[in-house]
Nanobody, 126 residues
Framework: QVQLVESGGGLVQSGGSQTLSCAAS????????MGWFRQAPGKEREFVAA????????YYADAVRGRFTVSGDNAKNTVYLQMNSLSPEATAVYYC???????????????????WGQGTQVTVSS
């Protein structure tokens, strides 16, 4: 089995910054991409950002492009999400995900990913 553990969530003031981390462990046949999604109460889980390892590429939701940066270390199965200029609308539980399938994917859909972490709460105060 594969486990993903997120960390770094917490309370941050509007306009501030926060960095999330996620480490995947366990037996993996492959690691093609890792992504970040978030879910606010009463809303569907939505794509935030993702990183594809080879060829290297990053993906961002329009809502966070230019403010969030995704990075990682493929050898360590670790991904980070640096969040800058945070607004209250960013308040949500943030989930890390792992794609192990080689099939074509946009890397931006919930259905693209096979494993998920438990989530970490990010709260942005006004």
């Amino acid at each position: 089995q594969v486990q993903l553990v997120e960390s770094g969530g917490g309370l941050v003031q509007s306009g501030g910054s926060q960095t999330l981390s996620c480490a995947a462990s366990g037996r993996m046949f492959s690691n093609y991409a890792m992504g970040w999604f978030r879910q606010a109460p009463g809303k569907e889980r939505e794509f935030v950002a993702a990183i594809r390892w080879r060829p290297s590429a990053t993906y961002y939701a329009d809502a966070v492009r230019g403010r969030f940066t995704v990075s990682g270390d493929n050898a360590k199965n670790t991904v980070y999400l640096q969040m800058n200029s945070l607004s209250p609308e960013a308040t949500a539980v943030y989930y890390c995900s792992l794609r192990t399938s080689p099939r074509p994917a946009t890397n931006t859909r919930v259905s693209d990913y096979d494993y998920w972490g438990q989530g970490t709460q990010v709260t942005v105060s006004s």
